[in-house]
């Protein structure tokens, strides 16, 4: 174990926020105060967190519908996403993107994507970017159990392999691809991280509700593909604690399931536990990071309550650089 | 200036600007060709040999030879634009939009807008089109309108050597995503290319020629066939202005307007069926916006509401033609 005391209070700390500020959401979206569809990352905080803390702003990460987490944990100004999500003209895309499409490249977030599996090709590109820049740096696709269905998806892995790019593939398994089981949709009967070994890739599994076993994973695969090795990918296996966007009733879910998840599969709880055990860390400390997290994200919903709208007459703007 | 053909002067705008330019990297089927095969690698040099010489200067990372994964090679474009690249990314056909449209139409054109203005991807698309080469229903189609609707695209579809060069190099010195249409029966076409740089900018029409009489608005491989009507009809002192557009979008509505409000007659001709098209755009622009100048109706000669077909015969009469170019300006001039 490397982590150092300010290492796990960080790593503490980001998923905290990603928590709260999705908890909150799903309070605030019943308000009608916030437009448009949302869907919350809650229950998969130590996949994104795990997978960003090895990364610099020059690693680039695409990400999804399911974004808000990714944005998070890569660095992107918390404030400024909430007044994005509220439509805001000082959110961080000027109200233009909402929750599905919040982007900040200059902490190397390319963007969240509102198409399914489109983003793994541009990670591809990406990673052609960094190789040619050859800096060591990496270029990571976040994709579901859902986008691991889309040809997309597969046309990336193929060519990430055949031009040696150094692209990863991280798929989250979070069981559900909107309303469908995994156990349907992905016809196959081995795991999603096989079909990316069957492109030609070394792929690894790690346990995406346990922030450890993610973070020491990530930290083998990304030596592997910063030391030029190619592509690489692997499958968290995460859990979604709320519907596939906010509203859905969740009538797919079996009887006492979320209750069962929320007990057992919890990674703010399990991180909680495993740093006491250990006596890595005074659980206080933690409740320390729990307030200053509530504060931040009732300081964030306020603020984005009280933030301007954008102006009409700015609705065609920014179409191009230069027209 | 020296004389060379569109497929030469888009070759030669590549290697200089990739020579000024180490951002700029070139992706797609085939554009090396040969690897993976005992011939090896520029066996082939591109199919429609417009990126030969690429690879021996530049190497395998800039000059990527693509699996066929038409998504993918557009959304690495993407990728590697938002990263900082400008890639040049080949469409072998422009039909495979078809396989690629999400990447062009959901990801590439809306990046900046629905970021925030914080971005750009500066990206070129090269897409070969047109009909011509009996190449049939999938091979053969002009689909520059449906891109030309989407905002955040620009798109360009050389009609000369000239400006083939100018053309590509302003793509490739701006900051936007360039859908760049080549028309595959033009790329023998011969003409004088200016030396050193030389950058054409967007939204500027070019006067192919100007006669007073009527209107003809056209672009890409039709500007040729205008001229040949121009030819027959100025034999019977019938004066034509001919504008190639150069760029659908941005589109130069004040050539098209000050011409028509000078002839009061406008030809649109446009290689594609009719419905949403070019030429029903152009038409609804003079409608709307130059009414009182009209002496006539605006005329669109296109192809019929239908796919390409393979027969020589069935295809010539598909293709817009000279001869009907020209009726149509006969029938408007007769127009009471």
């Known amino acids: ?323 | 200036m020296a004389v060379m053909n569109i497929r030469e002067a888009i070759n030669k705008t590549l290697m200089d600007e990739m020579e000024r330019d180490s951002n700029i990297i070139v992706l797609g089927e085939d554009v090396v060709g040969g690897a993976g095969t005992a011939g090896g690698q520029e066996a082939i040099g591109g199919i429609w040999g417009t990126t030969p010489g690429l690879y021996a200067k530049f190497g395998a990372d800039r000059v990527i030879d693509t699996p066929i994964s038409e998504s993918a090679i557009i959304g690495a474009a993407a990728g590697a634009a938002l990263a900082g690249k400008r890639p040049v990314a080949e469409l072998m056909f422009a039909d495979f939009v078809g396989v690629s449209l999400d990447q062009l139409w959901n990801q590439m054109a809306k990046f900046r807008y629905m970021f925030g203005g914080k971005t750009k991807c500066p990206a070129v698309v090269r897409l070969i089109y047109g009909a011509g080469m009996n190449a049939a229903a999938q091979h053969s189609q002009s689909v520059y309108a449906m891109l030309t609707a989407m905002p955040g695209l620009k798109v360009v579809l050389p009609a000369t050597p000239a400006d083939a060069k100018g053309l590509l190099t302003e793509a490739l010195r701006g900051d936007d995503p360039v859908m760049f249409f080549e028309h595959k029966a033009l790329y023998g076409v011969k003409g004088e290319v200016p030396d050193g740089e030389y950058r054409q900018r967007f939204g500027e029409a070019r006067m192919v020629r100007e006669g007073g009489d009527v209107t003809i608005v056209t672009c890409g491989r039709m500007v040729g066939f205008g001229e040949k009507a121009a030819d027959k009809l100025a034999a019977d002192g019938i004066g034509v202005d001919l504008i190639d557009l150069r760029t659908t979008s941005p589109l130069d509505e004040e050539a098209i307007l000050d011409s028509v409000e000078s002839t009061g007659r406008i030809v649109v001709v446009d290689e594609s069926p009719p419905r949403c098209s070019l030429a029903a755009d152009i038409s609804a622009i003079v409608a709307s916006k130059a009414f009182t100048s009209l002496k006539a109706p605006p005329a669109m000669i296109t192809g019929p509401h239908s796919p390409i077909p393979f027969a020589r015969e069935l295809e010539r009469a598909w293709i817009p033609s000279p001869q009907k170019i020209e009726d149509a300006v006969r029938q408007l001039l007769a127009f009471r």
């Open chain 1, 1 to 323: 174990m490397q982590l150092s005391r300010d290492d796990l209070v960080g790593a503490y700390r980001r998923m905290a926020i990603i928590r709260k500020f999705e908890e909150r959401l799903h309070d605030e979206i019943k308000t009608g105060e916030i437009a448009g569809f949302t869907h919350l990352y809650c229950g998969q905080e130590a996949a994104a967190v795990g997978v960003c803390d090895h990364l610099s702003a020059e690693d680039l990460i695409v990400s999804t519908h399911r974004g808000h987490g990714h944005c998070i944990a890569k660095g992107c100004d918390v404030k400024g996403m909430m007044k994005e999500i509220y439509g805001r003209r000082d959110g961080l895309c000027k109200g233009r993107g909402g929750s599905m499409h919040i982007a900040d490249l200059s902490v190397g977030m390319l963007g969240a994507n509102g198409i399914v599996g489109a983003g793994a090709p541009q990670a591809v590109g990406a990673a052609i970017a960094a190789k040619l820049d050859g800096k060591g740096n990496v270029a990571i696709a976040f994709s579901g159990d859902g986008a691991c269905n889309q040809g997309t998806t597969f046309e990336a892995m193929n060519l990430a392999v055949v031009v040696k790019a150094p692209a990863i593939f991280v798929f989250e398994n979070n069981h559900y691809s909107e309303h469908t089981g995994v156990d349907y949709a992905v016809g196959t009967n081995k795991d999603i991280a096989s079909r990316a070994e069957a492109f030609g890739m070394k792929a690894w599994r790690a346990n995406g509700c346990d922030y450890f076993d993610t973070y020491e994973t990530m930290r083998e695969l990304l030596e592997y593909v910063r030391a030029g090795n190619g592509p690489a990918a692997i499958e968290l296996d995460t859990e979604r604690f709320y519907g596939h966007f906010e509203g859905d009733p969740q009538r797919y879910r079996g009887k006492g399931e979320l209750d069962r998840l929320w007990e057992e599969r919890d990674c703010l709880k399990a991180f909680r536990a495993k740093v006491g055990e250990a006596k890595l860390l005074d659980l206080k400390l933690l409740d320390d990071v729990d307030a200053e997290v509530a504060q931040l994200i009732e300081e964030a919903v306020s603020e984005a309550r009280a933030a301007p709208p954008p102006d009409p007459a700015h609705v065609a703007e920014d179409v191009y650089v230069d027209y």
